[in-house]
């Protein structure tokens, strides 16, 4: 009888541990991704700087390309750069709008990408997305899932917390964006990948029951692992579904209605999450996801990030125009501006008690 399975999306190799960066070179010859040692590395123009000094001497074939910021435009300079030359593969060292803009110059021309995160701010470090700034505010864009993903534990700690805290946020909004997926299975029969949906709820759970923080290496441990898992979910899926639900579209609401002054990621996701919960009536789950979120230092409303009531009441009536097709708990409650400001006043109210 034959076995009958599918293949998974995934990277060759994931090292995540302290030093990691010691054994970057070798990594790449040893895994075959770079042969030659032809690379074009992708860095920004501080942090990125410094590590490329400590990395240099053990790269000498590697070209290094300085990115300005996370705009296709970037992306797509980065891609005319590196085509016609004989390069092995395009590492993407530091942040998400670093790797973000690597991931898509690679796709563009064809070569495997290595994802180098030098922090843990959201799960697009081994995505199957670049989302990226346009003339219209922000795209989505689907690439081809890394071939490897190295995270160095020290690097992570020198980051600034904010950014590792963010990470927590995208993390535990997974919880929130698989109810959404599940109801709109009940509502409206969409297809719940069972595989995708679990690698994501576990991600989520493992992280929001960790009793550790950003000073603890045996958490940033389990937040780096769970945001890996998340962008193989989200490769098995085929979509963003595992990961992205009415918690990111109020995110999105927030990124275009108010583009100079968005908090980042999973700050906004972390809040949408829990507010979401409420919305769908798990108040339990809204307190817990509340609870968590300030154990971490992050926002849990939005006056913490900068927004007024009626701002946030604005977002999350604009938030279901962001990802038209998509069915999360805000298209299917379908709420007036009034409603949403007597949700969030309870939901508020819920949550500070």
């Not at 507010?275 to 230092?297: D, I, N, P």
Request: aromatic share 6%; charged share 20%.
């Amino acid at each position: 009888m034959p076995v009958l399975t599918r293949l998974i999306p995934s990277p060759l190799v994931v090292d995540i541990s302290r030093g990691a960066l010691d054994g970057l070179a070798a990594l790449l010859a040893d895994q075959r991704i770079s042969s030659s040692g032809r690379l074009a590395f992708a860095i920004s123009g501080g942090s990125g700087q410094a590590l490329r000094a400590r990395l240099e001497p053990g790269l000498p074939g590697a070209d290094w390309y300085e990115i300005a910021d996370g705009t296709i435009d970037s992306a797509v300079r980065l891609a005319d750069g590196i085509k016609g030359t004989r390069y092995d593969a395009v590492v993407g060292l530091g942040g998400g709008k670093i790797i973000d803009v690597t991931k898509y110059a690679a796709a563009r021309v064809g070569l495997p990408m290595v994802s180098v995160a030098t922090n843990l701010s959201h799960d697009g470090l081994c995505s199957p997305v670049a989302t990226l700034d346009n003339d219209n505010g922000r795209g989505s864009y689907g690439v081809p899932t890394p071939i490897a993903v190295v995270i160095d534990l020290d690097v992570i700690r020198a980051a600034p917390a904010r950014f590792v805290r963010s990470g927590i946020g995208d993390a535990i909004s997974n919880l929130s964006s698989l109810a959404d997926w599940e109801l709109s299975h009940a509502v409206n029969g969409e297809p719940v990948d069972g595989l995708a949906a679990a690698m994501a709820r576990q991600a989520g759970e493992a992280v929001l029951r960790h009793p550790g923080g950003v000073g603890d290496d045996d958490f940033l441990t389990v937040l780096a692992e769970s945001l890996v898992l998340t962008g193989i979910a989200m490769s098995i899926s085929g979509d963003t579904r595992p990961s992205s639900g009415a918690c990111h579209e109020i995110s999105h609401a927030f990124d275009l209605l108010y583009p100079k002054r968005c908090a980042l990621h999973g700050e906004q996701v972390g809040l949408g999450a829990s507010f979401a919960m409420h919305l769908r009536g798990a108040r339990e789950e809204a307190q817990l996801f509340a609870r968590v979120l300030r154990r971490h230092g992050l926002p849990v409303l939005p006056d913490e990030i900068g927004f007024s009531t009626d701002e946030f009441v604005a977002a999350v009536a604009y938030a279901p125009q962001t990802r038209p097709g998509r069915f999360t708990v805000l298209e299917h409650l379908d709420l007036s501006a009034d409603q949403i400001r007597d949700v969030y006043a309870d939901h508020a109210k819920t949550i500070s008690g």
